[in-house]
């Protein structure tokens, strides 16, 4: 086997242009297999965190029906029982009740659809970092009396400023239509355009004076000490409480459940694609090699080696070859992702807004892992054996005594 190695190795680089090409190749494509891949990770996992950290959380309670209904009157009724179940719960970090009203909201200049977020702002900064994305103003001011929390967009959309008067209009408990005026306290950037333009946050207490003379809640927004534990709270608290629904965050957001499941698989069809096209370039390369050999083939067929150890040799020459081109290109491609997932990778040049449309941010911090890297070395490997298999077969049928007389 050592002989056959080093026979393999040195007939690589008898053409060193050639195999340089695939080489090349190999790296190139390798190099952007990985890329697109870690970019992706970093994609799925921004905004994973963006909607754990900033909204959704690692659990949420409901009235059952309040998700497909969006009611006003649909209301958590259990609320302090859940509370102290909550508070005395090891598992919970923190927990954060909200009020949600659908709406409009309305300034001198113009009048936009809007989501009604009602918090209670100390719970909220306990729970959820999204007064991190403050821009300008002060997170609902206690110095003001029915402040509202904006998004950019919708100020750039309403043409208002920090301290001028707003509408909020929207439904109480009884179904009527009623309206109640909040001063602009400031206003906030989350780098998710549809978000950023339809969303507004008020104090639980002021919605709670105009729907029902005093504070209900639609939700129950909770954070655990582990993500992990989120099936097993969600099943107590379903199993001890009547009229609620608890949900993990994978069961509200179906985009998260296809996303954390699929993030396992693409990168591998991602490389499957690219190597599929590297098979045909060492194909090519491999049944060159092999009619410029016909007379060396023979001739150990002739003395002796027998024809196992020729196809040895020629898979040998593939899998060398190709991991070879393999080995730079993973270098190459740890090195890029290296750097970037410290740095970030701006996408602005490339359409950086349009992320936002989408709910990404712009910088991306790409990531593979080391089990992408176990999974690429393999298909590598595979994709090398299976193209030298055609070469290896097509040097067999050769017949020592007819190539040695010509």
Known sequence: MKMLLSIAWRNIWRHPGRSGVLIGSIVAGLWAGIMVSSWGNGLIDQRMNNVINEELTHAQIHHPEFLTEREPRMFIEPFDEITSFLESDSRVKSFSPRTLLDGMVQSSATTSGARIIGIDKNRERETTIFHQNLVQGEYLSDDVRHPVFIGEKLQNKLNVEIGERIVLTFQNLENEITSGAFIVSGIFRTGQTIYDEQTVYVKNEDLGELIADQPVYHEIAMMLHDSELSDQI??????????????????????????????????????IVILFALAFGILNTMTMAIFERTKELGMLMAIGMNKVRIFVMIMLESVMLTLTGAAFGMFVGYLTVNYFNKNGLDLTAVGGDSFEIWGYGALVYPYVTPQEYFYVTLLVIATAMLAAVYPALKALKLVPGEVVRD
């Open 234 to 271: 969600v099943s107590d608290l379903n199993r001890e409480f009547n009229n609620i629904s608890a949900e993990t965050w994978l069961e509200l957001s179906p985009e998260m459940r296809y996303m954390t499941q699929f993030s396992g698989t693409y990168m591998v069809y991602i490389m």
